[in-house]
């Protein structure tokens, strides 16, 4: 349960987000929770994604939306069945306003450990971007998350059965990073899920992918990061904001698995990359 000082601050920072960020009640808006395949269901927003993972031994969230979000994710938590107090770990796709912003709150409410790559992990506790951040300047900050582990690329979390490795992803930011398990359900039909981080190369208007002194390694970490989507085992794709993956229009066609999701989204992405260095040259 939030605070009353906690939840005076989300509606303080809510007045803040409402004036300067005009897709945040649109990417707010709620949605009922939705079991995805197993023990995987989608907890978030409409807008924002936050995946539940679920086990007898304990649960995973992944990401926490805005600092407004938090509320309904636990609501739609407790909506389906679980305690919000048996999610013992959660982990973040990256340190942005609109995907980290809820991370305290649900630390608070949950009492549950909050690890995520070493560079994320210094915004994450910060409560905002640093300069090495694409967008820095332009991003809201968001409550700082007070006790942060690290992990390395291509590790491992378990709680219980559980395991989700993470996957460095980074371009989006330098501490993006995408989770991939298994998810099966009760007559044993198991998918392997990817929640792929974002790869959109988004920025303040003064920064420059292709001559960056803050993030000289943007344009190789995004080269990298779209190889490991590309490789990774995917059959159920998920993304931060559902609409880069289509969720919703696949969750309403029964279409939820799709093999050829991550190599397409990692293809748009390097499509979306070439578009913006040469929209570069002459700058």
């Not at 790869?199 to 995004?222: E, G, I, K, N």
């Not at 190889?227 to 919703?248: F, I, K, Q």
Request: proline share 5%; charged share 20%.
């Amino acid at each position: 349960m939030l605070s009353s000082c906690a939840r005076a601050t989300i509606r303080s920072d809510t007045t803040t987000r409402a004036a300067e960020c005009s897709s945040c009640a649109e990417w707010n808006a709620p949605h009922a929770a939705v079991r995805l395949h197993g023990n995987t269901w989608y907890v978030g927003t409409n807008g924002l994604s936050a995946l539940l993972v679920t086990s007898p031994a304990g649960h995973v969230l992944i990401d926490g939306g805005l600092p407004e979000s938090a509320p309904l994710i636990m609501a739609n938590i407790r909506a389906l069945g679980f305690r919000v107090e048996d999610v013992k770990l959660i982990v973040n796709s990256h340190a942005h306003f609109d995907h980290a912003g809820g991370l305290a709150a649900l630390q608070q409410a949950s009492g549950a450990r909050v690890i995520s790559s070493v560079p994320s992990a210094a915004w994450l506790r910060a409560g905002a971007a640093g300069r090495d951040d694409p967008q820095f300047g332009t991003g809201l900050p968001f409550p700082p998350v007070g006790a942060v582990s690290t992990l390395a690329d291509g590790e491992t979390v378990r709680i219980g059965p559980l395991a989700l490795t993470a996957h460095l992803t980074a371009g989006h930011t330098p501490g993006g990073t995408s989770w991939s398990w298994r998810s099966c359900d009760d007559a044993g039909r198991c998918e392997d899920f990817v929640y792929a981080d974002s790869q959109t190369p988004v920025s303040a208007d003064d920064f420059l992918f292709t001559r960056s002194m803050t993030y000289p390694a943007a344009l190789a970490d995004f080269a990298r990061g779209q190889a490991v989507l590309e490789g990774l085992s995917c059959d159920v794709l998920v993304t931060p904001h559902p609409s880069a993956s289509r969720l919703w229009e696949r969750v309403a066609s029964g279409t939820l698995v799709d093999r050829d999701a991550c190599r397409r989204y990692a293809a748009a992405a390097r499509a979306a990359v070439a578009r913006r260095v040469a929209s570069e040259q002459g700058r």
